[in-house]
T-cell receptor, first 113, second 112 residues
């Protein structure tokens, strides 16, 4: 079984540019999550999809962040325009149901310079 | 106050010893508790989940939960150098079963 796949693994962009992160969940997992870890801090929730619907986006920092999951398969997280404080590791995870543990992807390390 | 608190460590133990990792949480309504292991530069990997008070054993790992004290721990018996990693405590509270609150992690070093 393929795991959760994230692309790219690393991204370095300049402040003000746009970056799009992609996540392919485990096949059949309706629940898809985005989390972020900024330097020195704990991993924090960004949002949760059930299929193509946003179930909870309470963790999204501001309107520069846009997540989509068209068709209920893969998801993208776009940051536009990127700011220095957006640097960190962005993790995607998927699960079969609400009370299960997640399977995490390997993350995208975003550096905004 | 953070939702989930962990001592950042590092916790150093000799090979073969028991490593004890601790975590406290603030929401008394929390329902589900998980331990993840994260090697440097890698994704968090689920080790254990526990939902009710008491102990749960899986191989060399034992998770312990005390809801009255709002405390969850992970014991690693016969620690190996390959256990050296950061251990993340994650909690789902009673209001939203779909969101994890993570601690900042405890770094464990097992010395050969």
């Amino acid at each position: 079984e393929a795991g959760v796949t994230q692309f790219p693994s690393h991204s370095v962009i300049e402040k003000g540019q746009t970056v799009t992160l992609r996540c392919d969940p485990i096949s059949g997992h309706d629940n898809l999550y985005w989390y972020r870890r900024v330097m020195g801090k704990e991993i924090k929730f960004l949002l949760h999809f059930v299929k193509e619907s946003k179930q909870d986006e309470s963790g999204m920092p501001n309107n520069r962040f846009l997540a989509e999951r068209t068709g209920g398969t893969y998801s993208t997280l776009k940051v536009q325009p990127a700011e220095l404080e957006d640097s960190g590791v962005y993790f995607c995870a998927s699960s079969e149901g609400a009370n299960y543990g997640y399977t995490f992807g390997s993350g995208t390390r975003l550096t905004v310079v | 106050q953070k939702e989930v608190e962990q001592n950042s460590g590092p916790l150093s133990v000799p090979e073969g010893a028991i490593a004890s990792l601790n975590c406290t949480y603030s929401d008394r309504g929390s329902q589900s508790f998980f331990w993840y292991r994260q090697y440097s530069g890698k994704s968090p990997e689920l080790i254990m989940s526990i939902y009710s008070n008491g102990d749960k054993e899986d191989g060399r790992f034992t998770a312990q939960l005390n809801k009255a004290s709002q405390y969850v721990s992970l014991l690693i018996r016969d620690s190996q150098p390959s256990d050296s990693a950061t251990y993340l405590c994650a909690v789902k509270n009673g209001n939203n079963f779909n969101k994890f609150y993570f601690g900042s992690g405890t770094k464990l070093n097992v010395k050969p």
